[in-house]
């Protein structure tokens, strides 16, 4: 027997600060009879690279660039309850009693942006202190 035909939607995921990866790990390797009670999972983790201190010295590293948040894509219906009781998730972002939706074309922006990749988000601000500077 089939499954039905189900909606899958982006929904953002809350997680502890610091424990995205321990809950996208969970979410991503799934065995068949998981699989194949909640359906097929996709998950997207926005990296940012950023300078950091790290040694004394500054540093590219990648950070998360919504440090606490990731996003999945999933049936609710069907997953929600598993994506939830998942190590270091908080829960399903909502507005109201209503868990929020993500557009699909919000999440297709954010991974055509690269931030992980363009050097164009190491130093957006490239001036130093003291510098003037005219702002129309």
Same mark, same amino acid.
């Given at each position: 027997?089939?499954?039905?035909?189900?909606?899958?939607?982006?929904?953002?995921?809350?997680?502890?600060?610091?424990?995205?990866?321990?809950?996208? @790990?969970?979410?991503?390797?799934?065995? +068949?009879?998981?699989? $194949? %009670? !909640?359906? =097929?999972?996709?998950?997207?983790?926005?990296?940012?690279?950023?300078?950091?201190?790290?040694?004394?010295?500054?540093?590219?590293?990648?950070?998360?660039?919504?440090?606490?948040?990731?996003?999945?894509?999933?049936?609710?219906?069907?997953?929600?309850?598993?994506?939830?009781?998942?190590?270091? @998730?908080?829960?399903?972002?909502?507005? +109201?009693?209503?868990? $929020? %939706? !993500?557009? =699909?074309?919000?999440?297709?922006?954010?991974?055509?942006?690269?931030?992980?990749?363009?050097?164009?988000?190491?130093?957006?601000?490239?001036?130093?202190?003291?510098?003037?500077?005219?702002?129309?």
């Amino acid at each position: 027997m089939n499954p039905p035909n189900t909606q899958k939607d982006w929904f953002c995921i809350r997680t502890k600060i610091g424990s995205e990866m321990q809950a996208i @790990v969970s979410l991503s390797y799934l065995s +068949g009879e998981v699989q $194949a %009670a !909640v359906g =097929a999972l996709e998950v997207y983790f926005p990296r940012i690279r950023k300078l950091m201190p790290v040694g004394g010295q500054k540093r590219a590293v990648l950070t998360a660039l919504f440090p606490g948040y990731f996003f999945a894509r999933f049936d609710l219906a069907r997953a929600a309850r598993f994506v939830t009781s998942r190590p270091g @998730v908080i829960g399903v972002v909502r507005f +109201g009693d209503q868990p $929020a %939706a !993500v557009p =699909a074309n919000a999440i297709e922006e954010l991974k055509a942006m690269d931030f992980e990749n363009s050097e164009q988000f190491l130093n957006p601000f490239p001036f130093v202190p003291g510098q003037r500077l005219l702002v129309k």
